[in-house]
């Protein structure tokens, strides 16, 4: 039997701002919806986004840090948790889609690459060590992994490290009563080609698609609320609703081609790393992939949730919680050898992708 390359992770990192963002920091905040002030109370408004979110709290960086340096930390902390040589980095993959956005400008700024960036600020000089970034929406750390799992089995890159880092707090419309979904963190993951005969551990298969023709709409950049607001900013905008429908309809069915593709059934699954944007959208997305097995019971601590303190920081959402997990950090949950997990995202595109990894 001849071997095979498998990607497999061997280090993982995050960096969770330490600014803890609770409801109470929204109550005197000024409401807009087409064009008019809500009159709903704050405390009312904040108190429904909880009950139809499961978001409590929130995390925003500090006003001088940018995402570039956030990645960088959760990348520091991966390459020490993987015991590596930083110079052996064959690829830096940036995920991310605002770039580094300063405090009260509105403005991104991604040249260089952010993964140029970090590069540079890890003090890796072996110009073989390519750094790029890619904007996917939300799932741009999933899709990363996917690109290094192609490197690596291809023979080409032997490692690959690949972050997800977003500050989400300088790009949502403070007159949005939906920005309260959204927060700031860095994850980084190492993945590593090992050769192995017979067995297959790691990625196993994946699965991505782009629903732009219809779609495409539902999560974008557009005006501010405030309808005297002049200053010409851009803010992140979307059709909850209608995503909401689109994730819980669209979702299920790409995680089980992936499911199909690497040969297993949803019940020889252990960990579902699910991207966070609502805990109740996360449990209709689960209730219906079990669905398409014909099953009606979701196991009792099949998936992770970080979403109450953590709210949705984008990208960075899935390689937290997946170091967050690994350290043992997440009540109720511990990979152990031989488990099967299921990454899956969904996010502006729109995109959605799956991989199924053996630990
Ligand atoms: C945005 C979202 C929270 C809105 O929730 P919803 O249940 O679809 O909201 P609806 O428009 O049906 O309104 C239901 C109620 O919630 C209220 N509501 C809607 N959005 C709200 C918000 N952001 N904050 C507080 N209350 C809100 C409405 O006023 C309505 O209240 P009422 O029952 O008293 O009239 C939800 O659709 C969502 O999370 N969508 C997915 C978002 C997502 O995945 N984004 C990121 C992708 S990467």
Not at 16 to 26: H, K, S, V, W, Y
Not at 82 to 107: M, Q, W
Not at 201 to 222: F, R, S, V
Not at 237 to 265: S, T
Request: charge should be negative; include cysteine.
């Amino acid at each position: 039997m001849s071997a095979t390359i498998n990607t497999v992770i061997i280090g993982t990192g995050s960096y969770i701002p330490e600014n803890i963002i609770t409801g109470d920091e929204f109550l005197n905040s000024t409401f807009f919806e087409n064009g008019n002030r809500l009159e709903k109370e704050n405390s009312e408004i904040i108190h429904k986004f909880s009950e139809i979110t499961e978001i409590v709290e929130r995390r925003y960086v500090c006003h001088d840090q940018l995402s570039n340096q956030i990645g960088a930390k959760a990348a520091e902390k991966a390459i020490q948790n993987a015991g590596i040589d930083k110079e052996t980095l064959d690829y830096i993959i940036f995920c991310h889609n605002f770039g580094d956005v300063p405090l009260n400008s509105n403005r991104i700024d991604i040249l260089p690459s952010l993964a140029s960036k970090v590069k540079q600020q890890l003090g890796i000089s072996n110009p073989d060590c390519v750094a790029y970034d890619i904007i996917f929406g939300c799932p741009g750390w999933v899709q990363g992994s996917i690109q290094a799992d192609y490197y690596i089995k291809s023979g080409d890159a032997k490692r690959v490290l690949v972050i997800g880092a977003e500050t989400l707090s300088r790009i949502i419309d403070p007159h949005d009563r939906d920005s309260m979904i959204f927060s700031d963190g860095a994850g980084a993951v190492i993945y590593e080609g090992i050769k192995q005969v017979g067995e297959q551990d790691g990625i196993l298969a994946h699965k991505t698609e782009t629903h732009a023709l219809q779609h495409g709409g539902l999560l974008t950049m557009g005006k501010g609320a405030h309808p005297e607001e002049t200053n010409g900013n851009y803010y992140l905008k979307m059709n909850g609703r209608k995503l909401y429908e689109f994730a819980v309809i669209q979702v299920p069915q790409v995680i089980k081609k992936a499911v199909d593709k690497a040969g297993l059934n949803i019940e020889d699954v252990n960990i579902v790393f699910v991207h966070q944007a609502n805990g109740k959208m996360d449990a209709a997305i689960m209730k219906r992939l079990f669905k398409l097995y014909g099953l009606d019971n979701v196991p009792e601590n099949l998936v992770p949730m970080t979403i109450s303190w953590l709210g949705n920081s984008s990208v960075a959402t899935i390689p937290t919680l997946l170091d967050l997990v690994l350290k043992e950090q997440v009540e109720g949950y511990k990979v152990r050898k031989g488990d099967v997990a299921v990454f899956a995202s969904v996010g502006a595109g729109m995109h959605i992708n799956a991989f199924v990894y053996r630990f």
